[in-house]
């Protein structure tokens, strides 16, 4: 029968060689040999840290967005109810997102696991929720779906990087990284504040800004898609560096 490792002995060595590193070295240990060795029922749920599931707070608002995005495509496109939910969620994720940082630091039970688990619900709630709604509200030609596409692969590409690089960013005294390398994927919060305000005017569909160019051929699309365009590139600059707050 095979020996179980000890939670205090990982915890120490973890201690001796992460020293004055602002991620605390005993609750990563202690997580990662839970996920590794417990296979009881429930035991990913009990492995996470309160931050973990705040997160998946952020995660879920970014589903229940899209959801309400594919609800108002169902319906009846007068009735914007489903456009305005799926806009509340966003900034509500955008909360959670803001929220676990601070409880993690609070806590010091900050984890590997919950860096990755921020990354896939940013992308959830930043990336993909905010190309659905546009989808939603008109942007629904051939090459309109390949803008938003890049757009949501470059949030992908933003978020993977962060975690590759994130150790290489210069940091201030308390181990904090001093910049954002790139536009923070939360930046698209903007668009939304965009979207919000056209189906505010009813400028939606046929009323969309810009209309129509090249309409009924098979590069057709809608002109507003370029601001997806720039907000992509945007993200996945080296040359952007954003002091963090």
């Known amino acids: 029968m095979s020996k179980r490792p000890s939670y205090a002995g990982v915890a120490a060595n973890g201690a001796a060689s992460k020293e004055g590193s602002e991620v ?18 429930f035991s990913l749920i009990r492995a996470l840290h309160l931050a973990d599931l705040i997160t998946e707070l952020n995660g879920l608002c970014g589903v229940l967005s899209l959801f309400s995005s594919m609800r108002y495509c169902l319906g009846d496109p007068t009735q914007h109810g489903n456009l305005w939910a799926a806009l509340v969620f966003l900034p509500l994720g955008f909360f959670f997102d803001a929220l676990d940082g601070t409880v993690a630091r609070w806590r010091k039970k900050s984890s590997m696991m919950g860096q990755e688990l921020d990354s896939l619900a940013d992308l959830i709630s930043f ?48 181990g904090k990284a001093r910049f954002f390398e790139g536009t923070p994927i939360p930046t698209t919060l903007a668009l939304d504040a965009v979207m919000a305000w056209w189906i505010s005017r009813g400028w939606i569909h046929e009323s969309l800004p810009g209309g129509v160019w090249f309409e009924g051929g098979a590069l057709e699309c809608h002109p507003v898609v370029v601001m997806f365009l720039v907000h992509g590139c945007l993200m996945t600059s080296r040359t952007i560096h954003i002091p963090k707050p």
């Open 127 to 174: 990336g993909v929720s905010p190309a659905a709604l546009a989808f939603a509200i008109g942007m629904r030609s051939p090459a309109d779906h390949l803008a938003l596409a890049f757009f949501v692969l470059c949030g992908l590409t933003r978020l993977a990087r962060f975690n590759v690089t994130t150790q290489n960013i210069p940091k201030d005294s308390t």
């Open 24 to 41: 605390n070295p005993p609750s990563i240990d202690k997580q990662k040999l839970l996920l590794s060795t417990d296979s009881g029922h």
